[in-house]
């Protein structure tokens, strides 16, 4: 069994920033990717950033340039840093990891973006 703990989410005002962090553990033999979605109230779930064993990242078009995401594989942990938040930022956001038995979600946090 795997399970993903986040935390980070809270409230903060336009133009302000937010860490989240997210710590996989369990039985877990191999990390290939590592990640990050959002869903928005009265909208479906959307992929925001995803990071591989490797280092190597991908980014939503909404996000680029404002969020960046790392990781720590010795900590099995995922990061993602969000700065210039919008109120279009608002959603509950999913860690999600993908291990050799498949993938995993965590139970979410919410941010709230708002004045």
Do not use: H
């Amino acid at each position: 069994q795997v399970q993903l703990v986040e935390s980070g989410g809270g409230l903060v005002q336009p133009g302000g920033s937010l860490r989240l962090s997210c710590v996989a553990s369990g039985s877990i033999f191999s990390i290939y990717v590592m990640g990050w979605y959002r869903q928005a109230p009265g909208k479906e779930r959307e992929l925001v950033a995803t990071i591989t064993y490797g280092g190597n990242t991908n980014y939503a078009d909404s996000v680029k340039g404002r969020f960046t995401i790392s990781g720590d594989n010795a900590k099995r942990s995922v990061y993602l840093q969000m700065n210039s938040l919008t109120p279009d930022d608002t959603a509950v956001y999913y860690c999600n990891v993908l291990v050799d038995t498949g993938p995993y979600w965590g139970q979410g946090t919410q941010v709230t973006v708002s004045s």
